[in-house]
């Protein structure tokens, strides 16, 4: 028994398929599938049910897991502690990004590492927080920007800054003269809603998804990305919700854009990194959030305490 073999148990365990937990660990379904079938011998006791269409652990298999996965966790804390007595920037640091932050931070998080940690390497991650956050769970992240509310209660959350929302329309749009807006007065043929939260409160309030409310629409465009759809927001009737550091961003481009605040309660995300209980790089974090603090992007409120 190996540290690889656990890695195998616990991503079956995980994604209920043999050939999906192999493309997780890098390695052939059937190698993967030999070395449980041999881990399964030396235990003497079978771990997983395995069926047509169908693969789920065993009783004494969950438990099995279970342990696995509180192995592999403290295997990665004892390199994370022997990298905390290593120089900090000779290890990677990995941060994650949501597609709502990441085209308006990297440029921002390039000028802070090159001042703070100048020889460190840094790898931007941008993907959706329910996935970044379990990256951060698995070690793959060592911190992830989020909204408080889309946090996950495994892990720690420090609170970097307030930003308002808006909803975005372009200019000379209908709505444009509007000092506020409340959530009910968002027209909902109009409207275009991310799958997603941006992590806002008012969410909850603003038009859901209706097919029938814009079939006179030519175009579908709720699966685009956010950027793409404020482009098409530029020359059309539509509107979406826009956070303040992008509106600010936008604003610098000269996208020819409009940003109406919202009025309602809620409309304030309390945005931070989600990082792992006892994470070693929480000194690092620290200097990050405190240069945050003393040089915030613009359109935002800092909320770091040291």
């Known amino acids: 028994m190996n540290l690889r073999d656990l890695e195998y148990v616990v991503a079956v365990a995980r994604l209920s398929n043999f050939s999906a937990a192999a493309a997780a660990c890098n390695v052939s379904q059937p190698a993967l599938s030999n070395q449980i079938k041999k881990l399964e011998t030396e235990l003497g006791t079978e771990l997983f049910i395995r ?25 990665q804390r004892i390199k994370d502690t022997a990298a905390e007595y290593r120089d900090p920037e000779a290890v990677p640091f990995n ?7 990441a085209p308006y931070l990297t440029q921002y998080f390039s000028e802070l590492f090159c001042k703070l940690f100048p020889r460190m390497r840094v790898t931007m991650i941008e993907d959706l927080p329910q996935n970044m ?3 951060v769970e698995d070690h793959t992240l060592d911190v992830a920007l989020v909204a408080k509310l889309n946090h996950s209660a495994n892990l720690d959350f420090t609170s970097i800054w307030t930003e308002p929302l808006y909803l975005g329309l372009r200019n000379g749009h ?11 007065d968002v027209p909902l043929h109009d ?4 799958p ?21 629409k030519r175009f579908d465009l709720t699966a685009l990305r956010f950027e793409t759809i404020c482009r098409h927001i530029c020359y059309s009737d539509d509107c979406t919700i826009v956070s303040a550091l ?4 936008f604003r610098q481009d000269s ?6 605040p919202f009025e309602a309660p809620g409309n304030m995300r309390d945005l931070g990194a989600a990082s792992r209980p006892n994470c070693p790089r929480k000194p690092l974090l620290a200097k990050i959030c405190a240069y945050i603090q003393s040089n915030p992007p613009k359109g935002v409120t800092p909320t770091f305490e040291a």
């Not at 209908?174 to 009910?184: H, V």
């Not at 997603?196 to 409160?201: A, I, W």
Request: hydrophobic letters at 40%.
């Open 51 to 75: 069926r047509s269409g169908e693969v789920r652990p065993t009783l004494g298999g969950q438990r099995i897991v279970e342990i696995a996965q509180i192995i592999l966790n403290n295997a």
């Open 95 to 101: 941060i994650g990004l949501t597609p709502t932050l």
């Open 133 to 135: 956050l379990r990256m």
């Open 174 to 184: 209908p709505l444009e003269t509007l000092t506020s807006i409340t959530p009910e």
């Open 191 to 194: 409207f275009i809603r991310l």
């Open 196 to 216: 997603h939260s941006f992590g806002y409160e008012l969410e909850d309030r603003l038009p859901q998804p209706d097919q029938q409310a814009r079939s006179a």
């Open 246 to 249: 992008a509106a600010e961003q």
């Open 255 to 260: 996208w020819p854009l409009s940003f109406i």
